[in-house]
């Protein structure tokens, strides 16, 4: 049977009012009681109902995270940013993927709601701006990572991490430069796709839309993407990556048509996912502040949570890691 306050205020002779203040480290109870009562609550097995604390405090201390999927090697430091945060405040974190589905995606969101969790944060929305309405009509924060054009978003510039990657291929002597997308209506392919243009531009090369090869942004996307390119006459001799799990795909497509990276064709991913460093050759790769990504999305819930409601939005930026992929053109 389960223990209440009321049996530990029997057992320590005061009132159930002066158990429950000590239990919640009111400062007009004493520390010797409020370690004598926090003591004997462990000794009796008291465990404190989420229920009865979330009717008082109206907050029921869980946040939602919602995620395309649990398997996308991307959003492992994410979610780890996220947890960090959240467990330093008090927070527990639940997860849901929605496996890239948006009819998924709001039933997901909605089903949160109806377990009652104080916000939501979303990675990689399908939904995107439909938050804007959404949070309105739901009554809860939500925070999104990659989505600018959304109030309340947490993301890493993608047109520059885009320049840096293209800008790098020109200065290793690469003019014909390919690229290999994913969906076109993703926020974060269109601010990659831009920066890619940008940089040719810059140095004075005409955009080619044939350069730009079809993926999926994952592997076998990558891969298909790959032999698109490799068609050409001539065919890119450096590729700009949608993210790693292209470039991995790419490099396979390669292998298959008996080329080598770097020396037949440079290759560049984007995220710096873990198994970046070590591919074979480890990849030159644009990373994105994965973990901080997580942790400012959290922190910026927990101000919607205090009542702040116009944080700032927030832009990270990303790094160039050079690794073995890219070889200079000519030498």
């Given at each position: 049977m389960s223990v209440s306050i009321k049996d530990i205020a029997k057992a320590a002779g005061v009132s159930p009012s002066t158990v429950s203040r000590a239990l919640r480290d009111h400062p007009r109870i004493s520390q010797q009681t409020k370690e004598y009562i926090c003591r004997l609550a462990v000794e009796m097995g008291y465990t404190p109902s989420a229920?009865?604390?979330?009717?008082?405090?109206?907050?029921?201390?869980?946040?939602?995270?919602?995620?395309?999927?649990?398997s996308d090697p991307f959003l492992s430091q994410v979610v780890l940013g996220v947890e960090e945060v959240a467990l330093d405040n008090g927070?527990?974190?639940?997860?849901?993927?929605?496996?890239?589905?948006?009819v998924q995606?709001?039933?997901?969101?909605?089903?949160?709601?109806?377990?009652?969790?104080?916000?939501?944060?979303?990675?990689?929305?399908?939904?995107?701006?439909?938050?804007?309405a959404l949070?309105?009509?739901?009554?809860?924060?939500?925070?999104?990572?990659n989505c600018r054009e959304y109030a309340y978003s947490v993301s890493t510039d993608n047109l520059h991490g885009g320049r840096l990657a293209v800008d790098y291929l020109l200065q290793l002597g690469h003019t014909r430069i390919g690229y290999i997308a994913t969906d076109p209506q993703k926020q974060a392919n269109r601010s990659r796709l831009a920066g890619?243009?940008?940089?040719?531009?810059?140095?004075?090369i005409a955009f080619d839309p044939a350069l730009v090869g079809v993926g999926d942004g994952r592997a076998e996307g990558g891969k298909r993407g790959?032999?698109?390119?490799?068609?050409?006459?001539?065919?890119?001799?450096?590729?700009?990556?949608?993210?790693?799990?292209?470039?991995?795909g790419a490099a396979a497509a390669l292998r298959e048509a008996g080329l080598r990276v770097p020396d037949d064709v440079s290759l560049v991913g984007f995220d710096d996912i873990d198994w970046a460093a070590y591919s074979n050759p480890p990849l030159t790769t644009v990373r994105q502040p994965r973990r901080e990504l997580g942790r400012r999305a959290m922190q910026m819930l927990l101000e919607l949570l205090a009542g702040e409601e116009s944080p700032t939005k927030v832009v990270l930026q990303g790094e160039l890691v050079v690794r073995a992929s890219c070889r200079p053109l000519w030498g």
């Open positions: 229920v009865a604390r979330s009717l008082v405090t109206r907050r029921t201390m869980t946040i939602g995270l919602v995620l395309p999927s649990v927070y527990r974190v639940f997860l849901c993927s929605f496996y890239n589905d948006p995606e709001r039933s997901i969101v909605e089903a949160f709601l109806e377990h009652r969790v104080d916000g939501i944060v979303v990675t990689s929305s399908r939904l995107d701006t439909a938050y804007t949070q309105e009509q739901l009554g809860i924060p939500i925070v999104l990572t890619y243009r940008q940089a040719l531009q810059e140095r004075g790959m032999q698109q390119l490799l068609a050409l006459n001539p065919p890119p001799t450096a590729v700009f990556c949608y993210n790693d799990m292209t470039a991995i």
